[in-house]
Structures are given as C-alpha cells and as structure tokens.
C-alpha cells in the first residue's frame, strides 16, 4: 500500500461531492474522485432514501463514508463479457482485486477490489454465470448480449492512466465518455417476454438486463458516523427506520463479528422493454442504500489487531435478494 497522501497534496483541490474529503496525490486519483461523484448523484437522484439518511446525519452531526460502491455484469462467453467488463476500469484507476467470493445457489460470483489510498471506497463486481442458466433463457440472453456495445479501448484507458503525470484532472470529455458506458444500457432493450422468463428463474438477471452496468448501491460505513447516537449498525437502523426508511427485515451478521450489514430496501424506476417491437416503460426495481459496520480481525502476521475490509458470501447472498420484485 502507498504513503498516505502528504499535507500538500489535501491542499491541491478536491473533488466535489461526497468523497470530496479524501486527498488526491496526481490527475489519475483526481478523476477517479470525479467518476464516483458522478455516479453517486445520478445514484443519489434515484434513491431518495439516501437524502432522508443523509439529513439525519446532518442533523446528529456525524460523518458519512461511502464504504464500497456495487455493480453488477453478466458472464457470457460469446461475446466475451462479465467483471472483466468493468474490472479494467477500475484497474486502470488503480483499484486491485483483494478478494474473490462464489455464490453456487444463485450461479454468482464475485471480486472485490481496493485502492492503494484506503480512503478510497472499495468496488464490488459481481457476474452471473449464465451458463448455468436453463437452455431457453441462456439462449435468449446470449442474443441479445451480441449487441454489446464496444468496450472502453485500450487507447481509452491509456488516456486516463496518462492523468497520473498531471497534478489534477482538467477537462469533461474522458468523464463524460465513460460515464456514458455505465449510464446507457450496452445491448439492445430487451423484450417484455424475456424479462418475464428472467424473473422467475434469476432475479439478478432480470435486474442486469434492464439496468446493465448502472450503480447497484452504495455503502455507508457505520464506524465513521462519530458520534454515540449512530455508533453501531443497531442504532443506525433504528434511526433510519424512525426517519420514515424502509430497513431489511434483519441484520445480516452477529453483534461484534468482522462484518454487519443492512440496506433500505430498493427504490422502484421505470426502465424501457420491448413489448411487439414497440419501446414501452415497465416498472421495475433499481437500488437500494446499504450500511456496513467492521469489526477488527487479528491477522497473525502482525500483533495489532486491523480492522476487517473484506466480505462474507454468506452474507452477501442475502443482500443480492434486496432487488427481487414481488
């Protein structure tokens, strides 16, 4: 892991938004900062739980750190596409794969990656094996995957990663480039009956395909709230619930484990399907606002006990239902 960023690098500017609070040592840091800015206030216009939780945190006078930031990709093999579809993005911005996590019951699977600045939010990709899917739906999804867009190119990324020679990012055309690639869906609008049959067998399928690479949430990390009203995840969701959010029915992990989480549940959005060749809108479930709480582990290489910044499948699991529609 690098040096923390110097005293002279937190004065040389930051990015707006919620991560404005952490430093940025050259362009390449600069622009990530600016990428998931961008991505929280489209995320953040949709989720209108995150506004009532956000003015409850003013209002108690803590702090919201964003713990990690979610997305979710299919696995197919013709085309060629899952987490590598977005893992090369996050690579080039200096994000590296810290943990791998396998969900056989849903045919998912999972990295999670980390910046060398640790106040940078961690990034979870996950992928649906769609290969594991029944022959009809597999079939039909693969047809419709062949009408991916092109992937960011090498030349693309090289422009970003050359950001790392510049003290700041200056500019709005290699942001709005790649914010197009995760707002637009990459294939063609899928149809209603596909949808349909998507539903019952795979939920995460059915989100996938109307969303493609669209934020799925973002995390508050409870440890940095500061304050004794909201210290714990039990005391975070009870006054998330009070403010009028719809809170998972339980939280996920026990008192003083390496990892608790609970979410609000998912806002709904209409998204466009095909419907007798014709583009029709459909509701449907978009995403919901997680909270995490660490505990420490003792790792025993070391004799000082770390805080835990991986994930728990088991837990997870529970988490990837909070989209499924009724």
């Known amino acids: 892991m690098s040096a923390k960023p110097s005293d002279e690098a937190r004065t040389n500017g930051q990015a707006e938004g919620p991560h404005a609070a952490i430093p940025y040592r050259h362009g390449l840091d600069h622009f990530a900062l600016k990428l998931l800015d961008a991505l929280w206030c489209r995320y953040r216009t949709s989720v209108t739980y995150v506004q009532t939780y956000e003015a409850m945190i003013a209002a108690a006078g803590a702090k919201f750190v964003n713990d990690h930031i979610a997305f979710r990709t299919l696995a197919s093999q013709q085309p060629l596409l899952g987490i ?41 990709l996950s992928e649906l094996q769609i290969w594991r899917l029944s022959p009809p739906l597999r079939e039909a999804i693969e047809s419709l995957l062949r009408s991916h867009c092109a992937h960011p190119s090498s030349r693309f990324l090289a422009s970003i990663e050359r950001l790392k020679d510049e003290p700041n990012y200056v500019g709005d055309d290699l942001l709005a480039r790649l914010l197009h690639f995760f707002d637009e869906l990459p294939w063609e609008i899928p149809g209603l009956d596909l949808l349909g049959l998507a539903a019952t067998e795979s939920q995460y399928a059915a989100w996938a395909l109307v969303h493609g690479y669209r934020v799925n949430h973002f995390t508050s990390l409870v440890n940095s709230h500061g304050v004794s009203a909201l210290d714990d995840i039990d005391k975070t969701v009870a006054a998330m619930r009070a403010a009028g959010i719809p809170m998972k029915d339980a939280i996920e992990g026990q008192p003083g484990s390496r990892l608790r989480q609970s ?3 998912a806002v709904d959005g209409f998204v466009k399907v095909l419907d007798n060749d014709h583009v029709v809108q459909t509701e449907w479930s978009y995403a919901y606002f997680e909270i995490a709480e660490r505990g420490l582990i003792h790792p025993t290489a070391t004799k000082h006990p770390e805080r835990f910044e991986g994930f728990l499948g088991s837990q997870a699991a529970q988490l990837f239902d909070m989209t499924r529609r009724s």
């Open 263 to 265: 979410a609000t549940a």
């Open 84 to 124: 590598a579809s977005l893992s090369r993005i996050f690579e080039t911005l200096g994000y590296y794969a810290a943990g791998c996590y396998h969900f056989p019951d849903k045919h998912l699977s999972a990295v999670h990656y980390e910046h060398p600045n640790r106040e940078f939010p961690k990034v979870f």
